[in-house]
């Protein structure tokens, strides 16, 4: 045969040839066209999250366009496979979602948005769960990631305790615990503000997170946000508690964000609910995990770490706490000291929960594990995990699925909290205001009164103020007026 013919023959035909035979022969292959044959959709407070499932790795562009508001996705060399019609597009800041074919080929998805947002967009590898990703984040600019944020007097209030706190553990850091006695001294007794205590409840895994599932399909981020939202309820229901969800529907957030999140919102302690799950199907049981600093206290505890603290590997983001203002030595001595007390206070509540969840649920451990989760170490803020159950155990999946087994654990996680609390309620707190009004008539208590300072107060009962703050666990320089101080 003419080479002319044999040309015309494969390019009748080239479809049926294989690709590296025809590239051999030196002709001209198409590229093979990556398939998007799938995109989901996650709508939080503060963002709304797009996820292109993909047969392969793409280049990608995203930018705005105005008058209207649009976002534009293309992607080089991407066919859809897939309806976009299905995606729900509730809650969110998008209206509408087009495609199309761009002129130079290719993929076009355009979003049309009803507010500002700012697109983050990033791909990531094939793993375990899904193929090839392309995540394209809308951030609404100047919106809280909670639905119901800290009222603003009570965020003052709060970040004049956590500004005093923190004077006093530099100075102590520095060498100079009389810097903070100085600054006390000076500070007259405030007004009793009753605040709310504030609890950041953390349901754990979320959108394209599922978390562990269950022999029965069942999924851990579903379970835990049903815990969740009636730990939540409960506090809710309480005269001197507040508590927020870190998340409050199907979405993913960041290991690092959740506490960012509770740090932003001056919680007072953290709590994150997961259900556990092993290769076997054979253990059950609860447990309460605090952090440790030189690793964990056991081997299940450890692996847990890892598993769970690779969940920021499906989400693609990561935070870190800085403290670059301040030098190598004293940071480490500030975060020794910190993280010294936060974990006191988390495993004296871990204890309080874990007696509480033995009540209604078999203990798969009976202590206060420890061990490396990202979730606890924010180290001004005490922090639990709680595993609820083992939902790769088929009867505890069952009782997870349960409304009424969730309302006893949530029950549980509940008291042990509020319990601590009741007996080490911070100083401004409803809580301690209410305690102290049975307070005040024995021979060993001064009512503080208007004016007073801790330095007047100390030197009037001839003691220093080292000793009058010990004896009553203040760890702030600041008098509420009406408090009650025990004098040694």
């Known amino acids: 045969m003419a080479l002319g013919g044999l040309h015309r023959v494969l390019c009748r035909r080239w479809v049926r040839w294989p690709l590296t035979v025809l590239g051999c022969l030196g002709i001209a292959v198409p ?115 909670v639905k119901d944020p800290i009222d603003p007097i009570e965020a003052m209030i709060r970040d004049q305790e956590i500004a005093a706190q923190r004077a006093k553990t530099e100075a102590v850091a520095e060498g100079k615990p009389e810097q903070a006695e100085e600054v006390a001294a000076t500070v007259e007794a405030q007004p009793h ?32 946000l049903q815990i969740a939202r009636k730990v939540k309820a409960r506090f809710d229901q309480t005269p001197g508690f507040k508590a927020f969800l870190t998340r409050d529907s199907d979405y993913y957030v960041g290991l690092r964000q959740r506490t960012l999140i509770a740090r932003q919102q001056k919680a007072d302690f953290f709590v994150s609910i997961h259900a556990d799950a092993v290769r076997s199907s054979q253990p059950f049981g609860s447990s309460v995990y605090a952090l440790s600093q030189h690793g964990a206290s056991s081997e299940t505890a450890r692996w847990l770490a890892v598993n769970e603290n690779q969940s920021d590997l499906i989400g693609g983001v990561d935070g870190n706490l800085s403290l670059d203002d301040k030098d190598e030595v004293l940071r480490g001595v500030l ?49 639990l995990l709680v595993e609820t159950g083992f939902i790769s155990n088929p009867r505890e999946e069952r009782a997870l699925k349960s409304s009424s087994h969730q309302a006893e654990l949530a029950q549980a996680i509940y008291a042990g909290i509020v319990a601590h609390f009741r007996q080490h309620p911070p100083p401004s707190s409803l809580l301690a205001w209410q305690r102290d009004q049975g307070r005040g008539g024995a021979g060993d208590e001064y009512r503080v009164q208007p004016g007073d300072t801790l330095s007047q107060v100390a030197a009037s009962h001839s003691i220093s103020m080292k000793a009058l703050k010990q004896a009553n666990g203040m760890d702030t320089d600041i008098l509420r007026v009406g408090q009650v101080l025990t004098i040694p």
């Open 335 to 383: 975060l020794d000291l910190t993280m010294t007390a936060t974990m006191n206070d988390s495993l004296a509540t871990g204890s309080q929960v874990i007696d509480q969840l033995g009540r209604v649920n078999k203990l798969h451990k009976s202590s206060v594990e420890q061990a490396a989760f990202v979730v606890l170490k924010s180290p001004d803020i005490p922090s």
């Open 31 to 145: 590229a093979q066209a990556v398939d998007v044959d799938n995109m989901r959709l996650w709508s939080a407070p503060d963002h709304v999250r797009l996820v292109f499932d993909m047969s392969g790795p793409v280049n990608a562009n995203v930018f705005t366009l105005d008058d209207p508001d649009r976002v534009v996705i293309d992607l080089d060399g991407a066919d859809l496979d897939f309806d976009v019609d299905a995606l729900d597009l509730d809650d969110s800041a998008i209206d509408a979602v087009r495609t199309g074919v761009r002129e130079s080929g290719g993929l076009r998805v355009v979003l049309d948005v009803n507010r500002r947002v700012v697109p983050q967009s990033f791909t990531l590898a094939p793993n375990e769960q899904y193929s090839d990703r392309l995540v394209v984040d809308l951030e609404y600019p100047g919106e809280s990631a």
């Open 193 to 224: 503000p009753k605040r709310d205590i504030i609890i950041a409840v953390d349901p754990g895994h979320g959108g394209e997170d599922p978390g562990a599932s269950g022999p029965g399909g069942t999924h851990e981020k579903d379970v835990v």
